[in-house]
């Protein structure tokens, strides 16, 4: 999902770049992508890289994603759902900071797109989604499979030989 609004927003941004004067780009760039305008303007003052969410950040994750379900690798699809939600939660934070210094210079309030606040609330909800589905299920094989993670429960116990409680770890 991520992946998928990532690459409609790049493609939004060079539409725009190649048809200066079209509205409908305007209207997807400022209107319905703007959060990912906001991320590309706070990383575009650290590197310089054309397309920098989506070659470093969307590809790597789709790629450990991908080979996962490949590879047949949980951990890998947990690592990527959970750098994934953090990638949304970045973007939700470039939103707010460039929102609220979009505010400070101005005196006229500012109310937020409405399809901007749809796409940012479907980010987060496919993330977090993600996020959980992938760590249960990895957390579920681990257990099942026992994939060298062991999971202990220390309870009290009486032993008979030291006539007092005594913590045991049982598997």
């Not at 790629?63 to 951990?75: E, M, S």
């Not at 690592?79 to 210079?105: D, I, K």
């Not at 957390?139 to 008979?160: H, I, Q, S």
């Amino acid at each position: 999902m991520v992946l998928a609004a990532l690459l409609a927003a790049e493609g939004a941004a060079y539409g725009l770049a190649l048809h200066p004067s079209s509205p409908t780009f305007w209207s997807l760039n400022l209107g319905l992508f703007g959060i990912f305008r906001n991320g590309r303007h706070i990383l575009g003052g650290y590197c310089e890289i054309a397309c920098f969410q989506l070659v470093c950040i969307g590809l790597p994750l789709a790629a450990t994603a991908c080979g996962g379900l490949i590879l047949k690798r949980r951990f890998a699809l947990a690592l990527a759902s959970s750098l994934g939600f953090v990638y949304v939660l970045f973007l939700l934070h470039a939103w707010y900071v460039c929102e609220q210094s979009w505010r400070q210079a101005s005196l006229v309030s500012h109310v937020r797109a409405a399809p901007e606040v749809w796409l940012a609330g479907l980010l987060v909800g496919a993330s977090l989604l993600s996020l959980v589905v992938s760590h249960m299920s990895y957390w579920r094989a681990c257990k099942a499979e026992g994939d060298g993670a062991r999971f202990l429960l220390f309870r009290g116990r009486f032993d008979r030989h030291r006539s007092r409680f005594v913590l045991r770890g049982s598997q």
